[in-house]
């Protein structure tokens, strides 16, 4: 019995250790296990490269104010940091655009000015150029005169919610309410005048249902000329 638990103990002894392999090739060696490679991944806090639409400098004021706002989007969008933000949107200027900006970097080199390097900078600058000072009071004009017409309950909406954001206007919801009211056709506004409501969305809604209930869409906007 004391035989066999030498012998047992010897063969402990003799296993290879976690960390070593046994050769195929050669029986009676051992070789260390080569050690594991981690790969470490690095992480990358580039911002990532975008490409924002197009501008090509036309004198048309709602083609501008459109660019503008999808610019102002995709930095919203992909975080972009204030030092990228004239380099990105520089390079989207083609043709008139293009030609613009170089006369602009030339003329405030030669004049001794800093150069445009923050975007409400540039901004300002294309709204000058792009925007004329008579252009707020022909959509403040425009949205007083606003009616719904041919248009349908909800085309009427996004019409009146687009110049008072291109004027920007900021209001209390019921002013911005008996604005909408004021500009629909009569049909539609008399059948909701006293039915319960709880915001402009609601209203739109209850609106929109008066709509397709009265006539169908292209019989009303035959009545409506």
């Given at each position: ?62 083609n ?20 990228r ?45 792009h ?5 707020d ?42 604005r ?46």
């Open positions: 019995m004391v035989h066999s638990s030498v012998h047992e103990e010897e063969w402990h002894h003799t296993q290879p250790p976690s960390d070593i392999f046994y050769s195929s090739h050669h029986n009676d060696d051992y070789y260390q296990r080569p050690p594991r490679q981690h790969r470490h991944r690095e992480s990358s806090n580039r911002e990532p490269n975008i490409t924002l639409p197009p501008f090509h400098g036309k004198d048309n004021v709602e501008y104010l459109d660019w503008e706002m999808k610019v102002e989007q995709f930095f919203s969008c992909h975080g972009v940091s204030e030092d933000k004239v380099s990105l949107a520089t390079l989207s200027f083609q043709g008139h655009a293009m030609y613009w900006w170089t006369s602009l970097e030339k003329e405030r080199r030669i004049n001794h000015e800093p150069p445009i390097q923050y975007w409400n900078e540039l901004r300002s600058a294309l709204r000058r150029r925007i004329p000072p008579y252009y009071r022909e959509l403040i004009d425009k949205l007083q005169r606003l009616k719904q017409g041919l248009s349908s309950v909800e085309e009427y909406r996004q019409s009146m919610e687009l110049l008072m954001m291109r004027v920007g206007i900021k209001e209390e919801e019921r002013t911005t309410i008996s909408f009211q004021s500009g629909l056709n009569l049909e539609i506004r008399d059948k909701v005048e006293l039915l319960p409501y709880r915001d402009l969305n609601e209203l739109v809604q209850l609106f929109s249902r008066v709509e397709h209930q009265l006539l169908p869409y292209s019989t009303w906007k035959a009545l409506a000329i």
